[in-house]
């Protein structure tokens, strides 16, 4: 039986044991770096000010039913928000290489998991290429997620997004 | 209202699947697995639920705050 290009299984202790073939990290490492970009880099907006090219409004969605206490609430923790997105973001970009074993522990799991959140929802109102990219994403999430807590996934081979 | 306890409501995204949605509530506020599935659950039921009542608005924040960077929209309000 061929291998799976990507597989996750339960190390124990709530660890989780990843495998990330050639071709599926050479697909996933670009998604992990766009999004680092998108986090980083700044754009004009107006002469003298510039703005994230992901602005927290995008990124996090209103946590109040009222859009004053929303931004208020973005201005209070947003910032500190994109910080761990970025750090965490940055943490699995130098994990996300062709590997037959890397185990998460928990700090990792939280990494590769809400990283593939927001790459995920970058993609989940665009075009036909994009939705199957979120998918694809998601699936990942999904094989981390039940690994982790010891399921095994009867195919543990996220379906290739074809992009 | 400062007084008053503040819940932390989960949405339905239709971005989360019950599995991803699950295991971030459970890993964001240290429940079970289980008890996530169910919360997942109501919330395809009910496009929300309420996870928690939370005793101050800066706690029902930064517990909103921690599910939102795990990808899931969550809301808080007052009684």
Known sequence: MPRSPFSARSAGGGLVEIRLADEFAARLQPEVADLLRALRDTRPRGAFRRRPVLANERLFPDAYADKTQSAAFRRRHGDAMRARLIDATRRVLAQCAPVDRLVLDEQALRDWFIVLAHARTRHHRGSRRQVRLAAWLRAIQEHIALAAEGTQCPTCSPTDPDV | ?79
């Not at chain 2, 909103?64 to 960077?69: E, K, R």
């Open chain 2, 1 to 79: 209202m400062e007084d008053q306890p503040w819940a932390v409501v989960v949405h339905d995204d239709n971005v989360n699947s019950h599995a991803t949605a699950a295991f971030a509530v459970a890993r964001a506020y240290g429940m079970p697995m289980a008890r996530g599935f169910e919360l997942a659950h109501d919330v395809d039921e009910s496009g929300e639920a309420c996870l928690t009542w939370c005793a101050t608005r800066e706690q029902a924040e930064d517990l909103v705050a921690d599910l939102q960077l795990w990808g899931v929209r969550a809301t808080l309000r007052s009684r």
